[in-house]
């Protein structure tokens, strides 16, 4: 079965920071664009960042200059290290393989003031 399992989320102060990793398991994304995605209580899943084939990003203006997308291809793997964490970060972190419209299950980052 292919998967996409995200890690790394947990509760951390304003300020402070996180990495999150999203592993693929019986798959092979080295060609596919990644994306990382984020949905508060009560508000829409929206894009945070993605990243292409070739490692161009592209991040959301909420984000931009705190947060930090890659991709390690031989490990299969995608992570988002997020620096200068605001309370407003707080929210479920989603992992979309976008070519392949795979969905991970998500991991909580709570972010206290």
């Known amino acids: 079965q292919v998967q996409l399992v995200e890690s790394g989320g947990g509760l951390v102060q304003a300020g402070g920071s996180l990495r999150l990793s999203c592993a693929a398991s019986?798959?092979?994304?080295?060609?596919?664009?990644m994306g990382w995605y984020r949905q508060a209580p009560g508000k829409q899943r929206e894009l945070v960042a993605f990243?292409?084939?070739?490692?161009?990003?592209n991040y959301a203006d909420s984000v931009k200059d705190r947060f930090t997308i890659s991709r390690d291809n031989a490990k299969n793997t995608v992570y988002l290290q997020m620096n200068s964490l605001k309370p407003e970060d707080t929210a479920v972190y989603y992992c979309?393989?976008?070519?392949?419209?795979?969905w991970g299950q998500g991991t909580q980052v709570t972010v206290s003031s």
């Open positions: 979309h393989d976008l070519q392949r419209a795979l």
């Open positions: 019986r798959i092979i994304f080295s060609s596919d664009v």
């Open positions: 990243i292409t084939s070739g490692d161009r990003t």
